[in-house]
């Protein structure tokens, strides 16, 4: 089946530092969508994206939809501690369009 | 306020007892999701209800099941018959199945059975 492969697991930063993380496929995606993810509660919508190529900004996140539709990046800029959690890449497979599928994951730590 | 609601927040059960989370949202939204989180793991779907009365199961349904009797409604039951029930449950909805609207999420059920 599609799979969305995420990375890094993990990241270890320091309070002020950029970070960039990003989700592979060997499938075409029409939809790329970015999660963030609490300690104990449920992920939170940051980024959507629907076109090839675009590139949408929240705040000090930035994400793009990669122009060969298998990809999509998240950028953080200057990292702070609330930005902790785990990221997660989600998209919606062509064989069934009524559902997402989720990537594993990236957790992030910021150290002040 | 809008939003989803689950509870409770922590939910402990002996081995072998039927047990049934909530999930209610006042969104106004036609589709629901059941999620479960492992540590370290994405979220892999349970079930999943695009209108009131009509469910499909999601990649791991066995040993869950669901009702949607009401549109703002969707209990989970993990059942005996799930083998390693203790997780982390979340529900989601959206607007509608397959639009390009996203999923959004309650706060989840931790699940621990002893």
């Known amino acids: 089946g599609q799979q969305l492969n995420q990375s890094p697991q993990s990241m270890f930063i320091q309070e002020g530092e950029d970070v960039s993380m990003n989700c592979t496929s060997s499938s075409i995606f029409n939809t790329w969508l970015w999660y963030k993810q609490d300690p104990g509660e449920g992920p939170v919508l940051l980024i959507a994206l629907y076109k090839a190529g675009e590139l949408t900004s929240n705040g000090r996140l930035t994400a793009q939809f990669g122009i060969t539709r298998k990809d999509s990046f998240l950028n953080i800029s200057a990292s702070i501690p609330s930005d902790v959690g785990i990221y997660f890449c989600?998209?919606?497979?062509?064989?069934?369009?009524?559902?997402?599928?989720f990537g594993t994951g990236t957790r992030l730590q910021v150290f002040p | 306020d809008g939003g989803i609601t689950q509870s409770p927040k922590y939910l402990f059960r002996k081995e072998g007892q039927n047990v049934t989370l909530s999930c209610e949202q006042n969104l106004n939204h036609d589709a629901m999701y059941w999620y479960r989180q492992d540590p370290g793991q994405g979220l892999r779907l349970i079930y999943y209800s695009q209108i009131v009365n009509d469910f499909q199961k999601g990649d791991i349904a066995e040993g869950y099941s669901v009702s949607r009797e009401k549109k703002e409604s969707f209990p989970l039951t993990v059942t005996s018959a799930q083998k390693n029930p203790t997780a982390f449950y979340l529900c989601?909805?959206?607007?509608?199945?397959?639009?390009?609207?996203?999923?959004?999420f309650g706060p989840g059920t931790r699940l621990t059975v002893l």
């Open positions: 989601a909805s959206s607007i509608e199945p397959a639009s390009t609207d996203t999923q959004y």
């Open positions: 989600a998209s919606r497979p062509s064989y069934n369009t009524d559902k997402l599928i």
